[in-house]
Structure formats: C-alpha cells, structure tokens
C-alpha cells in the first residue's frame, strides 16, 4: 500500500503558475501509474493527467493540455503537477492517485488516493 500526501496548493491569479507536489510513503512509485485528478464545488471528480510507470509516457485532459506538465522522481518518490496559465475554471481541489493496472485514465481504476490540495484561481 503506498500513502500519498499532496502540497503546494494555494490562491493564485488568472495567468499564473503554481507547482502541485505529491510525496508517496510506504512503497516506491515506480511500481503504479500515477496521476491527477480535481474536483470542483458541485462536479464530478475528473482525469487531468496521467503518467506511465514504464517510459514516462503522460496523458493530458484537453481542458490542460498544453498548460499543465505532470513528471515524476521515482528516486525520491515524488510526483509533480506543473500548471501554467490557470484560469478560474482550474479552481478545485486536487488529487495525487495511484495505480496499479497500466494504462489507467478513469478514477475508479486508480486504487490510492491522497486528501488533495486547493487550488484557487482569482479572475
């Protein structure tokens, strides 16, 4: 079981940058995909970007693509969400998941999940 703790969240204004890390504990995260997930006061939680654990191959929403950058430091166990260009529909709570099956895009196929970190973007 691998435990997943988010951070670098905040309040930032439209055009802007944040970084959202993910630190991982209790196993190493080569061993799952990893990805984001956000979820918006009212709204279903939804995909935002995913990243292989073989080849760092990634898989963006349309909605970020171009403007979001997920990576990963299998050393150091720690997953990353670079977004730039935030918008005020970016606002939500995000998540750091883990999974287990390859090639997995939809919620219900990540198995671990961390508590989130809110992002909130200002118009």
């Known amino acids: 079981q691998v435990q997943l703790v988010e951070s670098g969240g905040g309040l930032v204004q439209a055009g802007g940058s944040l970084m959202l890390s993910c630190a991982a504990a209790?196993?190493?995260?080569?061993?799952?995909?990893m990805g984001w997930f956000r979820q918006a006061p009212g709204k279903e939680r939804e995909f935002v970007a995913t990243?292989?654990?073989?080849?760092?191959?990634?898989y963006y929403a349309d909605s970020v693509k171009g403007r979001f950058t997920i990576s990963r430091d299998n050393a150091n166990n720690m997953l990353y969400l670079q977004m730039n260009s935030l918008k005020p529909e970016d606002t939500a709570v995000y998540y750091c998941?883990?999974?287990?099956?390859?090639?997995?895009?939809?919620?219900?196929?990540?198995?671990?999940w961390g508590q989130g970190t809110q992002v909130t973007v200002s118009s």
């Open positions: 209790g196993r190493m995260i080569s061993m799952y995909d």
């Open positions: 998941a883990a999974a287990v099956r390859q090639l997995a895009t939809e919620r219900d196929e990540y198995d671990y």
């Open positions: 990243i292989r654990r073989i080849g760092g191959i990634t």
